[in-house]
């Protein structure tokens, strides 16, 4: 390797390490400093520079600098678009000039006095499309700055993207503080819902309704000392230290950034300095840090950022931490929720992931669906869940007990006695209910020894044990939006490319399929502002999401190609494609990434497999051409049947017409598997449908033998296939594929002809 990307790669790891450690630096220009220090010491810059975009004053402000006058810090101001710092934070691109005085955009500052520098480099830092600075390098030489270090100064802002939108909040609660003090204005016992994740739950209930009140209102009679105040922050600062911990040993997709803002605002001193001056003033501690806290929630709950607005979540969170342990309640390093049943009416994603961390019993949602990320994320979390669609759920006084039955998707409000041993012992007997798990053959194969494939649909890394251990051939689909779902930012090329790798790690010499990223719709992460799109499951989403943001894009997909360098079979699968044009166009973009890669001398898989996942209903017209151009096929029938039939499956008034098995998904179907078979390309199903007891003999009937489902569903889908024969599974789909109507296919579904018919009574899968 030339030394200068040895000296690139070392710089990046430098930087890994301070962004890791920032949790435990309380003086964030410090760390800043320590930045600028590796940076221009591995680039061997003579200057080092950091702007903050500042959103209340729209200007970039000078925030660090190593080798400017340092009293230009925070003097130094423009405007989106002036000077060539302004112009790379407007383009969002780096901007590399080998004499930059003779640039007609080149703004000097004299407070700055670098009127000796020549060679400038500047590259955007941001989080999504969200706009966080710029960070500068310069040099007196002419021409110093080549491509390789364009290359490693990108990768040291995306690595510090998230660290430093952090310091930047922290940073700006100054500025905001001033602009909004000159315009301040400041059920029934028994409710069935649906089964999103199954389990059984029992404690009391907590409603979290984001109206970030009710913790700060049960801060108790405990007044509290100024030394009890700091005892509590210690406190604090250790309980969440572990549930950092807990969150990144169970699931690391989150990269243990989960807390970040809770750190960076426990260690700011203007935070704490305004709760210990109000102490000092004869305030009680539990009243000072309300009154802190109410004011930072009204702040940020005023802004019209909607990342700023997502910040309250993160204030009251942690206030009611500190006001806990002022009230010396203890929770064994646990959280706010251990225990509890959470009702809400809706949740992010990585709301659930804190609430996993933090020990919940279950949660109740009043609105959202089944097939929802949440419902999906919880699932993998094993944790009970139930969309409940009752509003008067939120009315349900602070510590009731609830029991969740999120097998049957029952909520029973403060139930009898006999109600909850009747669960205990019903929860006691499904726990002893994985013998099944042991009897798993490594192949599977129908009655008369037709072969079937079984893959894991995988959602987080914490489930590949299972899939390992249940013998899983490969992962038919992993989806890849929960690192970007369950985070509080944009993962970087390098946190990305940590999950893959992992993944294909622990899949050894099997297939391992990765979905480009699938957002849009119902599933937003929790930092995207949303459009408000009239119709958002038409709107940009999938695979149109991806080509709005080519960036992120290509960064996924460098990402996917470096992790699958060592894979055997390496598969990336895009989802919502609609036509050959748009496929051509990310194999083009494919092209140009492996181009790139290998001219980086950067390790990588060389010739992945591309797929197709067919969702969009205009797919079906051309698929003997798609099938031909794609090396493999996969339905995703959760959005096929959407689309085909003209039905919201999130929508409760329509579920009804929600019908998987009607006649034109069925017709839909066999001709997709006909089209694949003409092509000699395989065809999977990854969607619930694979799973279903009526419909999973239907594709083995026509024609698909690879199916993909979450890894606990392996066993008893492997036990079904193994009861039926390929003959009857044929005879059952050709009957199904007579009828035009619904009532005819149930009669089907319901005869003699069901290949599981004598089987369904001892089937547990």
């Not at 569903?713 to 009861?723: E, N, S, T, V, Y």
Request: with cysteine; proline share 5%; hydrophobic share 45%.
């Amino acid at each position: 390797m030339p030394q200068a990307e040895h000296d690139h790669l070392s710089l990046l790891y430098d930087i890994g390490e301070l962004a890791v450690s920032m949790r435990a630096n309380p003086d964030i220009p410090q760390l800043l400093n320590q930045v600028l220090e590796k940076v221009s010491e591995h680039l061997k810059a003579e200057v080092c520079s950091i702007y903050l975009y500042d959103e209340a004053s729209r200007e970039l402000v000078l925030k660090a600098t190593k080798g400017l006058n340092p009293d230009a810090v925070e003097k130094v101001r423009m405007a989106c678009g002036t000077g060539l710092v302004g112009a790379t934070l407007e383009g969002m691109e780096p901007i590399c000039e080998g004499d930059a005085p003779s640039n007609p955009r080149f703004k000097y500052f004299e407070e700055a006095r670098e009127e000796a520098f020549r060679s400038f480099l500047a590259v955007p830092i941001q989080l999504g499309e969200m706009r966080i600075g710029v960070m500068v390098v310069e040099h007196s030489e002419p021409n110093y700055f080549d491509a390789g270090d364009v290359r490693a100064l990108r990768a040291v802002a995306t690595q510090l993207a998230g660290v430093l939108e952090n310091a930047r909040l922290v940073m700006n609660l100054k500025g905001l503080d001033g602009a909004v003090a000159r315009g301040e204005t400041l059920a029934p016992g028994f409710v069935k819902g649906q089964a999103a994740s199954p389990g059984i739950a029992y404690g009391p209930a907590v409603v979290f309704d984001r109206s970030h009140v009710r913790l700060l209102e049960k801060a108790g009679a405990f007044a509290g000392t100024e030394e009890d105040f700091h005892r509590a922050m210690a406190l604090t600062n250790h309980q969440l230290e572990k549930l950092q911990e807990r969150i990144a040993e169970r699931l690391p997709e989150s990269a243990a950034l989960i807390f970040s803002a809770h750190f960076m605002i426990l260690k700011d001193v203007q935070f704490t300095g305004r709760i210990l001056d109000l102490i000092r003033g004869g305030v009680p501690a539990t009243q000072a840090v309300r009154e802190v806290a109410q004011h930072y929630i009204n702040l940020f709950g005023a802004s019209t950022n909607a990342y700023l607005q997502d910040k309250v979540k993160d204030i009251e969170d942690l206030a009611g931490r500190i006001l806990k342990n002022l009230a010396g309640q203890s929770w064994d390093d646990q959280g706010l929720y251990e225990r509890q049943v959470v009702i809400a009416p809706a949740l992010y994603p990585s709301e659930v992931l804190k609430f996993a961390a933090e020990g919940v019993a279950g949660i109740v949602l009043t609105s959202g669906g089944v097939s929802s990320h949440v419902s999906i994320l919880a699932r993998s979390l094993s944790l009970p869940l139930i969309i409940a669609g009752y509003t008067g759920l939120l009315s349900v006084a602070q510590d009731t007990p609830v029991l969740m039955d999120a097998d049957l998707g029952n909520v029973y409000i403060n139930p009898d006695r006999e109600i909850v041993t009747r669960f205990e012992v019903r929860n006691q007997a499904r726990q002893t209910a994985s013998a099944h798990a042991q009897t798993m053959l490594p192949e599977t194969r129908t009655k008369d020894g037709q072969r079937v494939y079984l893959r894991a649909n995988i959602n987080l890394l914490s489930e590949l044990e299972t899939a390992v251990k249940l013998k899983a051939e490969g992962i038919g689909l992993y989806r890849t939006e929960f690192p970007f779902l369950i985070r509080t930012a944009f993962p970087s090329e390098e946190d990305e490319y940590k999950v893959y790798r992992r993944l294909c790690e622990e899949m050894p010499g099997g297939v391992v399929t990765l979905r480009t990223l699938d957002i849009g719709g119902d599933k937003l992460p929790a930092y995207w502002e949303n459009t408000g799109e009239p119709n958002p499951q038409l709107g940009l989403r999938s695979i149109r999401f991806s080509l709005s943001h080519l960036e992120q894009f290509r960064q996924q997909l460098r990402a996917i190609l470096r992790a699958g360098a060592a894979t055997k079979a390496l598969r990336i699968m895009f989802p919502m494609i609609m036509s050959m044009d748009e496929f051509q166009q990310v194999r083009g973009i494919m092209d140009d990434i492996l181009r790139a890669l290998a001219d980086e001398g950067i390790p990588h898989h060389a010739s992945p497999s591309l797929g197709v996942m067919i969702e969009v209903p205009a797919v079906v017209e051309i698929i003997d051409d798609l099938a031909k151009a794609a090396d493999f096929l996969s339905i995703g029938t959760n959005d096929l049947v959407q689309y085909l039939l003209g039905v919201d499956r999130m929508n409760a008034l329509v579920a009804y017409a929600y019908r998987p098995e009607h006649p034109a998904v069925l017709r839909t179907l066999k001709r997709l598997s006909d089209a694949a078979r003409r092509a000699a390309k395989e065809l999977s199903v990854c969607g619930e449908m694979a799973n279903d007891r009526d419909l999973m003999p239907f594709l083995l009937g026509i024609g698909i033998e690879c199916l993909s489902v979450d890894p606990h569903h392996l066993p008893g889908l492997q036990r079904r296939i193994g009861a039926i024969t390929s003959a009857g599974a044929r005879a059952y789909a050709e009957r199904m594929l007579a009828e035009p109507s619904l009532e005819g296919v149930h009669a089907v579904m319901g005869s003699d002809l069901h290949p599981l018919k004598n089987f369904l009574k001892e089937d547990a899968g």
